[in-house]
């Protein structure tokens, strides 16, 4: 039996085993959400091979699933064709809290068999590919904030409550809830804490590999999001949902490994240099890990969040941070904001320290100090306008992660842009309503 039939095999035997009536076949859209199909286990077990079929529409589509692309891909003037999701069936697993059922993440292919190379995990998959090829392995950890709210969408409890063993035992419930139901679901939690908001929550999983981390990543947002309304609360991983509270930010922590298990960023040197390409490549980038308008509105001085493009040793003013030493040593990029797509912000970050090893940069110089008033650093992008600008033209955007990808995050990015720009809002009304 070859290695694809004991998969096959394996998935079968454990679908019957447990007695899984249904299977949701997943996979992340192109703003990170998991979109798919429920299938009967029985008519998946007939066809483990064979996957299902689906719309292109969701690897172009907006978070509100608007369909205005003009790609070759999935447009209209081409059809809107479909895809194959083609299960990955090393994710499968039973999801906890809905007994019967299943859950596993698929990789779209046309109908000639070939992966969709513009699928978010295809697009991290060929910059891991690439560290490979170098003779490495990336780890990656990520760090997820977001806020719980109350059925009437109100943070479920007031004021700056970070760290509290109070607040956690007060809710309790939702808290274990939440981290049991995840580690049970496979998804190993290294930390869940209350955060600098009103009702806001910090989300850290265990130290993985990248693809797992970021499948990890992805399948929690949305388990914790389900979890939150089997109890009649929400959870929102918008970047900032009041200007008056704190942001939610995405902080992916990284590192290299050779084949032997040891740490590259032990060696200072090739550390600065990936750190190079981190700062290099971060504003062009940024759509990758701030995709949306809302998300700019967290980057704000003195706030957490960064402001300016820069490296310093375990210091939280600027756009990344070294940590630890010897074999725990990493380097945290705190640019990407909660709404990202764990896939794009992985593979960008990762993308950009290869470009700084690929291109042996000079190596940075490590600030101390408050990075917000450092006026020699070169500051972000503080609109998503500002940053469609850098990305349009990116040279090194295309290099790695490929034109037809840039094409259809470009047209998306624009797409929010003008969609922001053409709504009359709320404060809009208050301030000029009256007094025009």
Not at 274 to 280: D, F, I, N, S, T
Not at 328 to 340: C, K, L, Y
Request: charged share 25%; net charge negative; with cysteine.
């Amino acid at each position: 039996m070859d290695y694809a039939s004991e998969v096959l095999d394996s998935a079968g035997k454990y679908l019957t085993e447990r007695g899984i009536r249904a299977v949701e076949v997943g996979f992340a859209d192109i703003n990170g959400s998991i979109v798919g199909k429920r299938l009967p286990a029985r008519f998946l077990l007939e066809h483990l091979a064979s996957g299902t079929g689906i719309c292109r529409a969701p690897l172009t589509w907006d978070i509100q699933s608007e369909y205005f692309t003009t790609s070759e891909l999935a447009g209209f003037d081409y059809g809107a064709a479909d895809m194959t999701l083609m299960p990955d069936y090393a994710t499968l697993r039973e999801i906890p809290w809905r007994k019967g059922s299943a859950f596993v993440l698929a990789d779209p292919h046309i109908d000639t068999g070939e992966i969709i190379q513009v699928a978010p995990r295809q697009v991290l998959k060929n910059v891991l590919a690439r560290v490979e090829k170098m003779g490495y392995r990336a780890k990656v950890g990520s760090e997820v904030e977001f806020y719980l709210l109350d059925g009437d969408k109100k943070p479920l409890f007031g004021g700056k409550e970070t760290y509290s063993i109070s607040k956690e035992s007060q809710y309790s419930d939702i808290f274990e809830k939440i981290q049991y139901g995840l580690e049970d679901f496979g998804i190993p939690v290294e930390a869940l804490h209350t955060e600098y908001g009103p009702g806001q929550m910090e989300l850290i999983l265990e130290f993985s590999d990248a693809l797992t981390s970021a499948d990890n990543t992805i399948i929690a947002r949305n388990a914790i999001k389900e979890i939150a309304r089997k109890n009649g609360m929400y959870a929102t991983f918008m970047a900032i949902p009041w200007s008056e509270h704190s942001g939610s930010g995405y902080h992916l922590h990284q590192s290299l490994w050779t084949g032997d298990g040891e740490n590259a960023f032990a060696d200072r040197a090739l550390l600065l240099r990936y750190a190079a390409g981190l700062l290099a490549c971060a504003a062009e980038f940024m759509p990758m890990a701030a995709p949306s308008v809302n998300s700019y509105k967290r980057l704000a001085d003195m706030s957490f969040a960064p402001t300016r493009i820069g490296i310093g040793y375990d210091n939280r003013t600027v756009s990344a941070r070294i940590v630890g030493r010897g074999r725990s040593a990493r380097i945290e990029n705190r640019t990407g904001s909660a709404d990202a797509n764990a896939y794009l912000l992985i593979a960008a970050s990762i993308a950009s320290g290869l470009y700084g090893l690929e291109n042996d940069l000079e190596t940075p110089r490590v600030i101390s100090g408050n990075g917000y008033y450092n006026d020699e650093l070169e500051s972000l992008p503080r609109t998503l306008s500002a940053a469609a600008e850098l990305f349009d033209r990116s040279e090194r955007a295309v290099e790695y992660f490929g034109k037809d990808f840039v094409k259809i995050l470009s047209e998306l990015i624009h797409f929010d842009i003008g969609a922001h720009h053409k709504t009359v809002t709320d404060w809009e009304r208050d301030r000029y309503l009256e007094n025009s």
